[in-house]
């Protein structure tokens, strides 16, 4: 990331997002999740079995039952579930730095999970161009801001996050940036907790 974690906000954490959605590396990590396994020798469709036979699931790359699988579950919850009260929702986020002290990396699916929890526990506000409303409510941004600040994730584990959103809300056909869909009239809390929850099983099904 190119900006000091202690600096960043909401929306240059957006725009560094949507960089690194657009970058070849992004592009290579994103094509290589969609293309499918190749088949294996001896892999025939055109064994006349019936529709719905056992044995037509031996010519699906199990990869893909898999990831099917693991579409019609919700994503994993953290391990550790516990944060600071309503009050600490309100504090600066500079105050919860030392809570980083020691603390090992996640994965970027995981680290979504606790922006989930952010929101959900928190609480959830669109007011443009702000990190957090009176009562300590996060915007989507926001709560992956909280949750690193935290201690639940690096910047950089946090700035993959941001990437997931921005490639989930590209497969949804969202062209823009994570904060103007947050705003968006209409926009509710259950809408950004639900993103948050699809783009966590996008994750972790691509491995990260």
Known sequence: MSSAPSLLGPDALDRE??????????????????????ARPGEDAGRGEEPGDWRALLSVPVDRLVAEALDALPPA??????????????????LHVWRRIGQADLRPSVHLGYARQVLEEWGWQNAPYRLRD?????????????AHRLGYGS???MNH?????VTELRARGWNGLIGPWNRAPGRTASDALALLDATARRAARAGH
Request: overall charge positive; glycine content about 6%; charged content about 20%.
């Open 161 to 165: 996050a941001a990437a997931w959103i």
């Open 77 to 94: 919850l953290p391990a550790e579930r516990r944060l600071p009260g309503r009050i600490g929702a309100a504090l600066p986020d500079r």
């Open 17 to 38: 997002a949507a960089a690194l959605y657009e970058s070849a590396t992004w592009r290579r990590i994103v094509e290589n999740w969609h293309t499918p396994a190749p």
């Open 155 to 157: 910047a950089d584990t």
């Open 134 to 146: 009176a009562r300590g409510a996060r915007c989507v941004c926001g709560a992956l801001l909280a």
